[in-house]
């Protein structure tokens, strides 16, 4: 007999659950509870939308009740289906993907809404039967929606669950046409011949010498991406396979490539041993296979040598206007570059100390070869950042440095990711923007330099064009960093669409929650759709950012020509409550 506390229903019950949530943890527990808290958040929208409602959201489950099973299981479908989008760009063993378990059973509902019972259990194995980023279902629930849910199911066979006494049939849930397992996906091909260059590496026997074995890796991955008849995968989406095994095929697929070059660097005194070879991807056959003992002092050469190889046994025609190798110009004192490539990788840390370190190398490199561009290009980000970081001077700077970078070696790279980013905050948008194509005309195959393009025209009145670019980068870079998901809700946000412009960026957040614009445009886009509570939540991550951060320190940093595009900007961020001032505020943070 039932009570009026207690009552048995017949229910759909979703049960989810993070697959390595522990170890994820470990390894970042910042990021990782952001990842949780979106994926929580995809759940919650698809569970309403689709007519259930959340029991409990203990640790990092998820368990809901819907009155319909096609509900539960459509629910379930999309929840997969954006959770996937939130991984998107980041390496595999980063992401948070979730297992789903859905039954049909009698369950005991107590007079607060929570439930209990068999039903609930059952849920529960068949979500820890389900692969990462799967849903499992039992044999009730596929009858229950057979010909009303857009789905295949394939039959598992009947699974013996802890603590239930019958054998439950068990059927794998896929959308239509999504046949093949998370992961094994390949990207196709492009129509001509495609490479990555996997981390070289280090032999030296010294763990501080990984950063000359990253830099030689870096530079012929810049030197290849100069042609235009190579697709060249960009080092972040390479790098992600440093110290890990991983088959050529599986890297060749995973990346959307017919070639790898892979290597090692040994650093000996002032000599070295560099090894590299090109391998198919489809016969996992050597192309071409080279060892070279040499003085530090020929590093160039021996770089400039792999790139022609890779040139001659892939067949690549080189035209007049084809950047090349031979058309660098570098410095003759080893030192020197190796005071750049420390540099870089202090840079790259993206931290107030490692841009304090990495100036500290550059400024050494240009003592020691005061015409070397790589140098002062280098230097020219760091003073860039310390402008981002409050220095009122270093802007100037920073514009002295690449401009001089430029005269040295008007062909270097890395003088307009420094000159578009540079010219951008001085309000100089047509230079901004020129500078910005430019590096795509010389590295073609550099995806950054299309992320760089990207990020440039937001600023410059011209956001329609920046999902086209992103697109290109994102094909270039697999593993793309988060801001190029960012660049496109940036620009969604400025063509009005702002409910788009809220699910891309959450998805950055996902990535790197420790972004801050990624949090102040989020507080825009809910303050302009009139949602005050979100806008708040997103407005209190800004502060945990920069407690100092006001209406002030938009105006500093957002640098828009149109002015209807920061009306817009400030506009929103005033109604999810932004003050004008703040005392004590560092303004100069970067929006990009």
């Known amino acids: 007999m039932q009570t009026p506390e207690l009552r048995s229903r017949l229910l759909a019950i979703l049960a989810a659950d993070a697959a390595g949530y522990s170890r994820l943890m470990s ?28 029991i409990d959201t203990a640790g990092d489950s998820v368990l809901a009740v819907f009155d319909s099973a096609a509900g539960a299981v459509t629910a379930a479908l999309a ?30 509902e107590k007079a607060d809404g929570t439930v209990y019972g068999d039903g609930v259990n059952i849920a529960a194995r068949l979500q820890g039967l389900a692969e990462p980023g799967g849903i499992t279902l039992s044999d ?40 093949p397992s998370l992961g094994e996906i390949a990207l196709p091909l492009p129509d001509k011949p495609s490479i990555a260059v996997l981390p070289f590496t280090n032999m030296s026997g010294d763990l501080e010498q990984g950063y000359f074995a990253d830099g030689i890796s870096e530079d012929i991955i810049t030197e290849i991406s100069r042609i235009p008849a190579l697709f060249v995968i960009a ?18 697929r995973d990346l959307g490539v017919r070639y790898v070059l892979e290597g090692s660097v040994r650093k000996s005194g002032q000599r070295m041993r560099v090894t590299a070879q090109l391998i198919d991807g489809d016969t996992g056959g050597h192309l071409w296979a080279e060892r070279y003992d040499r003085e530090l002092a020929d590093i160039f050469a021996v770089q400039d040598d792999i790139t022609e190889q890779i040139v001659h046994a892939l067949e690549i025609r080189l035209t007049e206007t084809t950047g090349t190798a031979t058309s660098r110009l570098e410095t003759e004192n080893p030192q020197a570059y190796d005071c750049v490539l420390r540099g870089r990788e202090q840079f790259r840390l993206f931290t107030k100390e490692g841009n304090a370190a990495a100036r500290l190398h550059y400024d050494k490199a240009i003592e020691l070869d005061p015409g070397y561009a790589q140098a002062h290009a280098g230097l020219a980000l760091t003073c860039l950042h310390d402008w981002f970081a409050g220095s009122s001077g270093a802007l100037e700077r920073a514009f002295e440095l690449a401009q001089l970078a430029k005269r040295l070696d008007p062909g270097l790279p890395l003088v307009y990711e ?85 699910q891309l960026i959450k998805r950055s957040i996902a990535h790197n929650p420790e972004s801050l614009p990624s949090h102040f445009f989020l ?8 949602e005050q509570t979100l806008a708040q939540e997103a407005l209190a991550e800004v502060w945990r950012l920069s407690p100092a951060f006001s ?14 595009d920061l009306d817009l900007l400030t506009e929103g961020l005033r109604m999810a409550g932004l003050p004008e001032e703040a005392p004590g505020a560092s303004p100069n943070q970067s929006p990009r």
């Open 27 to 54: 390894l970042d527990e910042r990021a990782t509870v952001a990842a949780l808290d979106a994926a929580r958040a995809v759940f919650r929208e698809h569970i309403a939308l689709h007519g259930g409602r959340v």
């Open 523 to 530: 507080a825009a886009c809910h303050g302009q759709l009139g």
């Open 79 to 108: 929840a997969q289906h954006d959770l996937a989008g939130l991984a998107t760009g980041l390496p595999e063993d980063r992401c948070l993907h979730f297992r789903i378990g859905v039954h049909l059973g009698d369950v005991i």
């Open 140 to 179: 009730s629930i596929r009858h229950a929606v057979k010909g009303k849910v857009a789905a295949s199911f394939e039959d598992q066979g009947e699974q013996t669950v802890k603590n239930i006494a019958d054998p439950v049939r068990a059927y794998r849930a896929r959308p239509p046409g999504d046949a």
């Open 235 to 252: 080092r972040n989406s390479t790098f992600t396979y440093k110290s890990k095994a991983a088959k050529i095929q599986d890297i060749c």
């Open 418 to 502: 420094a000159l578009s980013s540079v010219l951008l905050f001085k309000r100089q948008h047509d230079e901004a923007v020129a500078a910005a194509r430019r590096w795509t005309e010389i590295e073609p195959s550099n995806a950054e330099a299309y992320g760089n393009l990207a990020g440039v025209l937001n600023f410059a009145g011209q956001p329609e064009r920046v999902a086209e670019l992103i697109d290109k980068a994102k094909r270039l870079n697999p593993f793309h960093p988060f801001y190029y998901t960012l660049y496109v809700g940036h620009a969604c946000f400025l063509m009005g669409r702002f409910k788009d412009a809220v």
């Open 551 to 564: 209406m002030a320190s938009v105006r500093a940093i957002a640098a828009y020509r149109r002015a209807a």
